[in-house]
């Protein structure tokens, strides 16, 4: 099986990923530097969950994610309605049975929530989060056929 994620090596490390996001002000509002690193930031948050979480458990929070901009999917970028339910994901990572072992995903989308302000910012985010799902599933596999 392909090691997708050694194309990025080295990986950012996580206070570099937290630090990269915590300069923008939004996900539109990035700059195409930042932006244009989301996919090696989407690998090393992978490689930090690892093994130790399935792709159905991550899986959960993601749907949870989708859910909410499918209810956005035909607003204007600026009528977000129920934004407030971003919040919510928070405590559900936190709160489930895996949530020590997802403290790097906790993490990072308590730094990504605040640049959540838009429709735009909301498709943006949810493109990011499917990449850790896809990078992960990738790990996953990986150690599966190893």
Same mark, same amino acid.
């Given at each position: 099986?392909?090691?997708?994620?050694?194309?990025? $090596?080295?990986?950012?490390?996580?206070?570099?990923?937290?630090? !990269?996001?915590? !300069?923008?002000?939004?996900?539109?509002?990035?700059?195409?530097?930042?932006?244009?690193?989301?996919?090696?930031?989407?690998?090393?948050?992978? &490689?930090?969950? !690892?093994?130790?979480?399935?792709?159905? &458990?991550?899986?959960?929070?993601?749907?949870?994610?989708?859910?909410?901009?499918?209810? $956005?999917?035909?607003?204007?970028?600026?009528?977000?309605?129920?934004?407030?339910?971003? !919040?919510?994901?928070?405590?559900?990572?936190?709160?489930?049975?895996?949530?020590?072992?997802?403290?790097?995903?906790?993490?990072?989308?308590?730094?990504?929530?605040?640049?959540?302000?838009?429709?735009?910012?909301?498709?943006?985010?949810?493109?990011?989060?499917?990449?850790?799902?896809?990078?992960?599933?990738?790990?996953?596999?990986? $150690?599966? &056929?190893?």
């Amino acid at each position: 099986m392909a090691d997708f994620i050694s194309m990025f $090596n080295p990986l950012p490390k996580k206070h570099d990923i937290e630090n !990269g996001l915590r !300069g923008i002000p939004s996900f539109t509002d990035a700059p195409l530097a930042t932006i244009e690193r989301f996919p090696a930031f989407a690998a090393a948050i992978a &490689q930090y969950i !690892g093994n130790t979480v399935t792709p159905t &458990q991550l899986r959960r929070f993601y749907t949870y994610v989708k859910s909410i901009e499918m209810v $956005n999917r035909h607003s204007a970028p600026h009528e977000f309605k129920d934004r407030y339910k971003l !919040g919510f994901i928070l405590p559900k990572i936190a709160g489930s049975s895996e949530g020590d072992k997802l403290k790097p995903l906790y993490d990072i989308i308590n730094e990504c929530l605040p640049k959540i302000t838009t429709v735009s910012d909301l498709r943006i985010f949810v493109e990011f989060f499917e990449a850790i799902l896809d990078y992960h599933a990738s790990i996953s596999k990986n $150690n599966s &056929q190893s």
